[in-house]
């Protein structure tokens, strides 16, 4: 059964530090890995995806996330905080043959000014 | 032009009513989903369709009954709505081979039931 942990529901950060959000996963199978950015009464939009075929995946709005094997998580990362990027995060799993994408429970972020 | 729409982005009803909830994509998308975000904004699947065919049933109460007229349509009908009915739905879309494409998503359908 696959599965989602994203440690910390809330982060704050200052703006222009970094933004380091958490997402650990557990699949018996490949895992493809999403990230999604929910802001304020608006659906989920993806900011990247990986898929297998580069470890290290950019997103949109200078974001990344590195998969690492070893450590079963999919961390995402932004170098400099804006105060755009206060919203809720969500990180996702699913496998090739399966409809079924599993949510992690959001970590809500806050930037400081 | 929106890609995945939904409506009524706001429902408020009384318990016992029945509701209903539309949702359309024109992305080409072959797959539609069902998802229920609570208040403390946990997501969880509720349905999904690929080509009209129902693929999963997350063990919803069959309350909810939801129904594809084709494959850009998903819609979904509740009947004695209760309390603990009142969340988001959000409807999304995919392409491609089963868990591997981004879900593209509604803007959602907020549900009080009072």
């Known amino acids: 059964a696959q599965s989602v942990t994203q440690l910390g529901s809330h982060v704050s950060v200052s703006e222009g530090a970094l933004v380091l959000l958490r997402c650990n996963y557990s699949?018996?199978?490949?895992?493809?890995l999403f990230w999604y950015v929910q802001y304020p009464n608006q659906g989920l939009q993806l900011l990247l995806k990986?898929?297998?075929?580069?470890?290290l995946v950019k997103g949109i709005n200078g974001f990344e996330a590195e998969f690492k094997k070893s450590e079963t998580s999919f961390h995402l990362t932004k170098p400099s905080a804006h105060m755009s990027d206060a919203a809720e995060y969500f990180c996702?799993?699913?496998?090739?043959?399966?409809?079924?994408?599993?949510f992690g429970t959001g970590t809500r972020l806050k930037v400081l000014a | 032009d929106t890609a995945v729409s939904q409506t009524p982005k706001y429902l408020v009803t009384q318990m016992g009513n029945d509701k209903s909830i539309k949702c359309e994509q024109n992305?080409?998308?072959?797959?539609m989903y069902w998802y229920k975000q609570d208040s403390k904004k946990f997501l969880k699947i509720m349905f999904s369709?690929?080509?009209?065919?129902?693929?999963i049933n997350e063990t919803v109460p069959n309350r909810f009954s939801p129904k594809s007229p084709d494959k850009a349509h998903l819609n979904l009908h509740i009947n004695s709505l209760e309390l603990g009915d009142s969340a988001v739905y959000f409807c999304?879309?995919?392409?491609?081979?089963?868990?591997?494409?981004?879900?593209?998503f509604g803007e959602g359908s907020r549900l009080t039931v009072l």
């Open positions: 999304a879309s995919s392409l491609g081979t089963a868990g591997t494409g981004e879900l593209f």
């Open positions: 699949s018996s199978v490949p895992p493809y």
């Open positions: 990986y898929t297998s075929a580069a470890t």
């Open positions: 996702a799993v699913s496998h090739s043959g399966t409809y079924k994408y599993i």
């Open positions: 992305l080409g998308h072959d797959t």
């Open positions: 369709y690929n080509n009209k065919e129902l693929i």
